[in-house]
């Protein structure tokens, strides 16, 4: 069904100059293994002020991307220095009581360690559910419960828990299956990424950043024109992002309005960009 808005692109009369010279989208998927070519993985980018335009991947037998594919390619082109920003659609981190129920302390990068640790959803064999029925991992001492939510998750309305598995719109598989690849992008470019907001909520200029996107909060605004459901989140991720980086209205989004108390919660439990504070 067709939105009644288009891609249109930015005032061309605004002067900012936008932080980021382009915008990735990627709608993600934790089916299957991370080296499965899968359907519904999606990756679109946005140059400037262009229609996001879709990326295949590298030309081989497999028609769609890997999760392990998608890993590599961004490190490739985050290495290269140019100012990107990119939105994958999965959760980056876990609700506050999760840590206190497993005794972590309050640091995303120890969490990503010992999330891997127990769930290694990044092996080339490993299906998320392995680790969910204890055939690999042990993710039995790393379980939450879908009734815990992430401030984020409350104040975007209708998002899920990354604990609400075998529902339909569920983000927990995505989000069990892409945590540990999040670690390695981390580690093979370290000070060359911006995890935001865990590096802190100011990406410093120059510099490309990764964030957390919840594309049900913008795909309504862009037509679907001839794309299927993944490809249109893809999209709408990637134009959102480049819209409001040009219009200047990204900074405000970066900065939500929390108190400090919030705030101090936010950086554990992260944030999905573009979700307002109430």
């Known amino acids: 069904m067709q939105h009644e808005q288009i891609w249109t692109p930015p005032c061309p009369c605004v002067t900012l100059e936008p932080a980021f010279v382009r ?20 990756v679109y980018l946005a140059a400037g002020r262009a229609e996001p335009v879709e990326l295949l991947p590298p030309p081989s037998q497999r028609r769609y991307w890997t999760r392990k594919g998608i890993a590599a390619w961004l490190v490739e082109q985050l290495a290269e220095g140019v100012p990107t920003l990119v939105g994958i659609d999965h959760g980056f981190s876990f609700p506050l009581r999760y840590f206190e129920v497993h005794g972590l302390p309050l640091d995303w990068p120890h ?11 990044d092996g080339d064999h490993t299906y998320v559910d392995f680790v969910r029925d204890g055939t690999v991992g042990n993710g039995g001492a790393r379980m939450g419960n879908a009734r815990w939510r992430r401030l984020t998750e409350a104040r975007a309305g209708r998002a899920k828990s990354v604990f609400h598995f075998d529902v339909q719109g569920s983000v927990a598989k995505s989000t069990h299956a892409g945590l540990p690849w999040l670690r390695s992008i981390r580690q ?18 120059g510099r490309s950043a990764i964030a957390e996107v919840y594309p049900a909060l913008w795909s309504r605004g862009f037509a679907c024109a001839d794309r299927t459901q993944d490809q ?13 980086d040009c219009d200047g209205r990204l900074p405000a989004y970066l900065h939500p309005n929390l108190s400090p108390a919030e705030r101090a919660v936010a950086q554990v439990e992260g944030w999905i960009l573009g979700v307002e504070a109430k």
């Open 232 to 244: 249109h989140d893809a999209f709408s991720i990637a134009a959102w992002l480049s819209q409001a």
């Open 188 to 205: 093979q470019l370290g000070s060359h990424v911006h995890f935001w907001p865990f590096d802190g909520w100011a990406i410093p200029p």
């Open 111 to 121: 969490f990503l360690d010992d999330f891997q640790r127990h769930w290694p959803t």
């Open 23 to 42: 915008t990735i989208g990627i709608d993600y998927s934790g089916a299957q293994t991370p080296t499965a070519s899968l359907k519904g993985l999606r």
